[in-house]
């Protein structure tokens, strides 16, 4: 008996070490447009956390499930356009007097693990603006080397990216059609 459960102990640990070994990297992306808009009046727009379907075009609908607008630990619930699936996101820190906002993935159809993400207006003069928006994340099935179709490293760049790129252009058409 003592040998089988010494030998049971050593595959668990094998099978640890090898999880520790497969976690996949973290990936990154940034992407940055300038809006000819004052700096205040886009922040106005992309700093209202629960009101993204206003200038994102593949967010459907957002609707805040706890706490106010812009205040940290809202809880804002989005359903995609297209797909129709929802996600639901936290607002970890809201800095207006920086414009900066910062939040995560909480529940939902998630596309990444580990997900964090900031958004910045600057102010870049004569009356226009810098946006930035950067994430941070995982693929979803970090724990392998081999992941499933649809969740390795490709499959959550493209996704991001383009919802980041998009959802930059519609900001920009948003304010600067006023």
């Known amino acids: 008996m003592n040998r089988l459960a010494s030998r049971m102990a050593g595959m668990l640990l094998a099978a640890n070490s090898l999880c520790a070994f497969a976690d996949a990297q973290e990936l990154t992306i940034f992407h940055t447009i300038t809006i000819d808009a004052p700096a205040d009046e886009v922040w106005a727009m992309a700093g209202d956390f629960g009101g993204i379907q206003r200038w994102s075009p593949g967010t459907e609908s957002s609707r805040l499930v706890l ?50 993400s900031e958004l910045t207006v600057k102010d ?38 383009g919802a980041y790129v998009s959802g930059l252009a519609g900001l920009k058409k948003a304010l600067e059609a006023r």
């Not at 950067?134 to 992941?147: E, H, M, Q, S």
């Open 67 to 116: 706490h106010d607008r812009n205040e940290t630990g809202a809880i804002r619930l989005l359903r995609r356009r297209g797909d129709g699936t929802q996600v639901t996101e936290k607002l970890l820190d809201y800095d207006p007097y920086n414009r900066r906002m910062a939040y995560t993935y909480v529940d939902g159809v998630v596309r990444a693990s580990d997900y964090y």
């Open 124 to 161: 870049a003069g004569d009356g226009r603006a810098v946006v930035e928006w950067r994430g941070r994340f995982k693929r979803l099935a970090y724990w392998t080397d081999v992941p499933p179709p649809g969740q390795d490293d490709k499959a959550v760049l493209d996704f991001l990216n």
